[in-house]
């Protein structure tokens, strides 16, 4: 069974432009969730959906950053515009709750360069 | 607020040398506290889940233990492919609609050396 996948590996762009990265979390999973990790913060979760619907935004850093899950089989995450300090691997994870436990499986990540 | 802190922060030791990584933790009502394998450039592979105290759990090598307020991962006579960042995480009083709130510590980054 395929794992999280995550759209593109590595991304590298300007500072200013848009940058737009996408996931297809595990068939069956209800929950998605949005991170990044950087050296100095770890690993952050800055947004997550349950059946579809973004239930919490509260680690999304500004207003540059939006999320997006049209189906369950689909989810974006959108800079714009970019700045040089949103550089960090952006990751996706997805759950599916059952008898009260979920755990969260993660997709290999998007390593994204503002220059 | 739910606090994870991992200790060290970076361990080497030679192949068949046995350790143990240490997380401590705050969190109002554990609903969980999960280890997390990092290899360099991939994401996070999900190693156990403990949900209370006295609980262990073991896969080849690795071996974890939960307390009240920590949680051991020990590594027994590691090979050079047991090199990899450790991550440890705890769902706790924070539950989000359908699903836990994960809060992740920094890490340890372990080095086996041949």
């Not at chain 1, 069974?1 to 737009?20: F, K, L, N, Y």
């Not at chain 1, 850093?61 to 939006?66: G, I, L």
């Not at chain 1, 800079?79 to 008898?99: K, L, M, N, T």
Request: glycine share 10%.
């Amino acid at each position: 069974d395929a794992g999280v996948i995550q759209s593109p590996r590595h991304e590298v762009t300007e500072m200013g432009q848009e940058v737009t990265l996408r996931c297809k979390p595990i068939s069956g999973h209800n929950s998605l969730f949005w991170y990044r990790q950087t050296m100095m913060r770890g690993l952050e979760l800055l947004i997550y959906f349950n059946n579809n619907v973004p239930i919490d935004d509260s680690g999304m850093p500004e207003d540059r950053f939006s999320a997006k899950m049209p189906n369950a089989s689909f989810s974006t995450l959108k800079i714009q515009p970019s700045e040089p300090r949103d550089s960090a691997v952006y990751f996706c994870a997805s759950s599916f709750r059952r008898g009260g436990t979920d755990t969260q499986y993660f997709g290999p990540g998007t390593r994204l360069t503002v220059l | 607020e739910d606090q994870v802190t991992q200790s060290p922060e970076a361990l080497r030791l030679q192949e068949g040398e046995s350790s143990s990584l240490n997380c401590s933790y705050t969190v109002s009502g554990l609903r969980g506290l999960f280890w997390y394998r990092q290899d360099p450039g991939k994401g996070p592979e999900f190693l156990f889940t403990l949900y209370s105290a006295g609980e262990e759990k073991e896969k080849e090598r690795l071996k974890a233990t939960l307390t009240k307020k920590e949680s051991f991962l020990h590594i027994t006579a590691p090979k050079p492919e047991d090199s990899a960042t450790y991550l440890c995480a705890v769902g706790g009083g924070e539950y989000l609609q359908g699903a836990q709130k994960l809060v992740f510590g920094q890490g340890t980054r372990l080095t086996i050396n041949p």
